[in-house]
């Protein structure tokens, strides 16, 4: 049993093989229901979310375990439970795994700390997603074999995104370069040290890129300045038609999703030849079944 | 009733007095009366403290100390803290004025006097409130609260973020002597960090407080000290920035003084590890960087005092997630330990050490004590610099355990604390008289 707080921490070799085994739980490979079977997963999301929570779910009951979900709403919290009591309560039923999804950076890891099942972070505050950064790695290697030398732009809010965090973590171990392009409010400091190369002209950096990564534009920041408009975020930063046309021959674009389109992204572009937003989607599914083989094993 | 102690053939260390060497220290009913190189004749019924191979220091003076009494006696009381105080070398306390009810009236400051009366341990000398109820919105009556015994006046733990009541507020402490005493954070600057912003908070994914959110407020009240030719004294400076100011300000003259902590020397943002929350405070732990220019400005007297900021909080203030968890440490029971790891370390020489603990602050708020001079408070800690012990949590005086020093390994201990002539704290135990733990 190990915990999966994030990508940081693991190595090339691990992350490899993590990702070797989605490969088997890909659809129409060879059943896998009694893996987890007799075992139980709690699914504990303290922030909403739809395709990470049913994800989990369904890679759960594809390894034959029962699920359990608890969301935040209607629950004790909202009685002033703290997070540790609400957490050692779920873990007091008897799951072998918790799967956790919560807004302050560093949760998982405080239960970690204190629960003695395995913690699956589900995305926390804006530090990690270690399981979205995994199916990306995936979809990309599928497409390319390997990530040595390839390129991949990540594009938007980067300070606020824990997507951004382990997808450049996760990328940079296997072998790809990280170009983070973004307003200079919405890039922290420090990102060079992890690893990254950092930019703010969207222009000059795609034509390099092997795969352009769309974050969501939280609409949320611009009350506090990050950001002028929407407008000019889309006329400076925006993945539009003039621009998918510049980007080099064979270069896919991806986002974690939601989408506001039209603003981070064109709907011709989200749903364009270059898109592999809904491929991310199903492998999901089977990078979070390995996810969960490792962590319950 | 008449008392003499004499401590035999310790190293007397008094900054403000130029003394360091072996010498006999003669104390006679809570003063200092002789300070001698050559061994003195032992008096008639004097208790004889054998010094031999330790310090014989001033009482430190801790000008940033939160008893929690009224309103938070759960996490500390002034009984509590003195206790702490003593068995960490502190003669003397300034408590803050962040109490639940605030300090901001005349009645509260004899409740904190009379409670540091009853505990009959270390001097507590309170601050009281800049505004009504910390709430930067009007003045509190500060001169009721000086002649109620307020030697400072703060809203620590909050800035002023009104300028013109902060520059008022200066102009009006003038007719008093008192310093005001400041927090230095621009709220709009800070708002929503977590930590120092930097290549940690980033990795973290914890929303940062730039050292702007310091440097800036620094900045604005030197102006504006320059203006009412007050007195300024700027709690926990944190980071490289404010020490570059305060330099510049005392080279023109202006009155101001500073304090660092202990923790803002020794550990730097790293130490938030993955998320422990005992490494979060206000100001934050900053970089690497700030940590060098703090150590630099103390050593070459930019900055006069080391102050713990001792915030005692329950368990459970910190067992939560790390944007929810309370800032602050505890703080009097390891200040002499990290203050002597710089010493060992050769940031600082060991009178300058001492006179950070002592002297400097005793002269930033005109306390008495911080030297032993015949005629001084005969207010005296003894420390054997080399006793190596390793800091424990669950044996703190304080009732709280909020530290990320637990388990640390000091060289160097407070094994005496003498307040008025009379012992209070002998080998890990406060006295007087037979309380229990």
């Known amino acids: ?297 | 009733m008449s008392s003499t102690v004499l401590f035999r053939r310790g190293r007397v260390i008094d900054p403000r007095n130029g003394v360091d060497g072996v010498r006999d220290v003669l104390v006679r009913d809570g003063k200092v009366v002789e300070v001698s190189e050559a061994p003195l004749p032992v008096p008639a019924s004097a208790e004889v403290v054998d010094a031999n191979g330790k310090w014989v220091v001033p009482g430190f003076i801790d000008l940033h100390v939160h008893l929690r009494e009224p309103g938070e006696e759960g996490k500390e009381t002034v009984l509590t803290g003195c206790r702490a105080a003593v068995a960490g070398g502190f003669t003397a306390v300034v408590a803050m004025p962040n109490t639940k009810v605030v300090n901001d009236n005349g009645m509260v400051t004899e409740l904190v006097l009379s409670r540091a009366r009853a505990a009959n341990l270390c001097h507590v000398y309170p601050a009281g409130a800049i505004t009504k109820g910390l709430k930067g919105e009007e003045m509190a009556e500060m001169g009721e609260l000086v002649s109620a015994g307020c030697v400072a006046i703060t809203d620590d733990g909050r800035p002023v973020m009104n300028a013109a009541l902060m520059r008022r507020a200066l102009q009006y402490s003038t007719q008093f002597g008192v310093p005001i005493m400041v927090h230095e954070e621009d709220l709009t600057l800070s708002a929503g960090g977590a930590m120092h912003e930097g290549a940690t908070s980033t990795r973290l994914g914890l929303r940062g407080i730039p050292a702007s959110a310091e440097v800036a407020m620094v900045a604005r009240d030197l102006v504006l000290l320059e203006e009412t030719g007050a007195r300024l004294h700027l709690a926990h400076v944190s980071c490289e920035g404010s020490v570059r100011l305060i330099r510049e300000a005392k080279r023109r003259g202006l009155r101001v003084t500073s304090e660092v902590t202990p923790h803002h020397l020794i550990l730097d943002d790293r130490a938030v590890g993955d998320y422990d929350t005992h490494a979060k405070m206000a100001p934050p732990l900053r970089s690497d960087r700030d940590v060098q220019a703090l150590r630099e400005a103390i050593a070459d007297g930019t900055v006069e005092a080391i102050a713990t900021d001792h915030a005692p909080h329950g368990v459970l203030d910190k067992l939560v997630e790390f944007e929810k968890g309370i800032n602050g440490i505890v703080g009097l029971e390891t200040a002499l330990g990290l203050t002597l790891e710089l010493v060992h370390a050769g940031v600082l020489t060991a009178t300058r050490a001492v006179e950070l603990l002592t002297h400097g602050p005793a002269q930033a708020f005109s306390l008495p004590g911080g030297h032993l001079a015949p005629g001084a408070p005969a207010d005296v800690t003894v420390v054997d610099p080399t006793e190596e012990w390793t800091v424990d949590a669950h044996r703190f005086y304080s009732r709280s355990r909020n530290t990320p020093f637990h388990g640390r390994k000091q060289k160097g201990r407070v094994v005496q604390t003498w307040v008025g002539g009379r012992k209070v704290f002998e080998n890990g135990q406060v006295g007087p008289g037979k309380e229990s733990r």
């Not at chain 1, 303290?46 to 629950?75: C, I, P, Y």
């Not at chain 1, 589900?122 to 530090?127: F, M, Y």
């Not at chain 1, 990564?213 to 611009?222: A, D, H, I, N, P």
């Open chain 1, 1 to 297: 049993m190990r915990h999966l707080l994030g990508i940081e921490g693991w190595r090339r070799d691990e992350l490899e093989a993590l990702l070797d085994r989605a490969q088997a739980h890909l659809p129409g490979r060879p059943d896998a229901t009694n893996i987890l079977r007799g075992k139980v997963v709690a699914n504990l999301f303290f922030e909403d979310s739809t395709r990470t929570r049913t994800s989990f779910h369904m890679a759960a009951k594809g390894l034959g375990a029962s699920v359990m979900n608890w969301t935040q709403t209607g629950s004790s919290v909202s009685k002033g439970e703290t997070l540790l009591d609400t957490a050692r309560n779920i873990e007091a039923t008897g799951p072998t795994v918790i799967v956790m999804r919560h807004r302050s950076s560093g949760a998982p890891h405080l239960v970690a700390k204190h629960v003695r099942c395995a913690i699956i972070n589900a995305g926390d505050g804006t530090h990690e997603h270690p399981s979205q950064a995994l199916l990306d790695a995936f979809t990309l290697r599928q497409r390319w074999g390997s990530l040595d030398g390839r390129t991949v732009l990540i594009l938007g809010d980067i300070m606020h995104s824990r997507v951004a965090r382990s997808n450049l973590l996760c990328l940079r171990a296997l072998g790809a370069r990280v170009v983070l392009c973004g307003p200079p409010t919405l890039m922290p400091p420090g990102l060079e040290a992890m690893g990254a190369e950092v930019t703010h002209s969207l222009d000059s950096a795609l034509p390099q890129a092997d795969a352009v990564m769309c974050l969501r534009l939280q609409l949320e920041r611009m009350s506090e300045n990050f950001l002028p408009s929407t407008r000019e975020y889309s006329r400076l930063f925006g993945l539009n038609a003039a621009r998918e046309e510049r980007m080099k021959e064979g270069a896919v674009v991806m986002h974690p999703g939601p989408i506001n389109r039209g603003v981070e992204i064109a709907p011709s572009v989200a749903d364009g030849a270059r898109s592999v937003i809904l491929e991310q989607v199903s492998n999901g599914v089977a990078v979070r079944r390995a996810i969960l083989e490792v962590c319950a094993s």
